[in-house]
């Protein structure tokens, strides 16, 4: 049955995983069970296949949609079980930059690793990032540009975060999107950078 599930988040079959999940748990697998040896290592493969350039784009947000419609599923157990989320971020798209595409992958792969994910959307200024930053205590907070012209507006989050009761020390800043390097990360004081979902996950990970 974990065999199954798994093959079918490799396989992306986005109609037949909710009910396949809830098969599992009437058998007596349990929620975590199918968390820790089915879901998360199907997504752990597709990040690999997609670094290893064996899976594009859109085989991934299949997968991670799949992925999904099994953690809805299982959600409300786990919350019962007090399976605590592995951290939160909060993430957007910089002001006057409406592609949400690339964030919204990394938002669903994060998910898909445990992390519980607050997406504000695309457009969101520093004074929306900052105000939502006070109010959900991420331990990340992630920013995606795909312009040129847009990505100027990072550095002007960070200083936003600094200034609201010195949120910037709390929290981890992750950058990414297509304009976006490891340098300009280092340059405006951004604690990582990551150029797809699944090095995103990674680099997540790695900071909690
Ligand atoms: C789709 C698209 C659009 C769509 C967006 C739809 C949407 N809802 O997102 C539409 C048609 C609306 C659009 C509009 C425009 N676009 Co456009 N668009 C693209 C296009 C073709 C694909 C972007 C995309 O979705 N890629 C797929 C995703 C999966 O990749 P990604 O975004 O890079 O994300 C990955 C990584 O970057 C990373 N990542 C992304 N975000 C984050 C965040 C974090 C925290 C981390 C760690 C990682 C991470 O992980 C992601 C997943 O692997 C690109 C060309 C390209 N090949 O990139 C042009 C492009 C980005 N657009 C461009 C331009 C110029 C525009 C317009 C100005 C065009 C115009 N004259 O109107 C407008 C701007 C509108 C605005 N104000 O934002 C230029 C930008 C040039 C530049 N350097 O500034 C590009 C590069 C095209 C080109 N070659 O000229 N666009």
Known sequence: MLDKIKQAVLDGEMEGIAELTNQALTQGIGARE??????????????????????????????AETMKGAVTVLKPL???????????????TVEGDLHDIGKDLVAMMLEGAGFEVVNLGAEVTAE?????????????LGMSALLTT??????????ALKEVDDLRDQIKVII??????????DKIGADGYAPDAASATKLAKSLV
């Open 176 to 185: 990414g999107g297509a304009p976006v390097t490891q340098g300009y990360a």
């Open 34 to 63: 199918i968390l820790d040896q089915a879901l998360t290592p199907a997504m752990d493969i597709v990040g690999e296949e997609y670094e290893k350039g064996d899976r594009y784009v859109p085989e991934m947000l299949i997968s």
């Open 128 to 140: 929306q990032f900052a105000k939502a930053a006070k109010e959900h205590g991420p331990d990340i």
């Open 150 to 159: 847009t990505m100027i507006h990072m550095p002007e989050v960070i200083d």
């Open 78 to 92: 786990l919350v019962e079980a007090g399976v605590k989320a592995r951290g939160k971020v909060v993430i957007g």
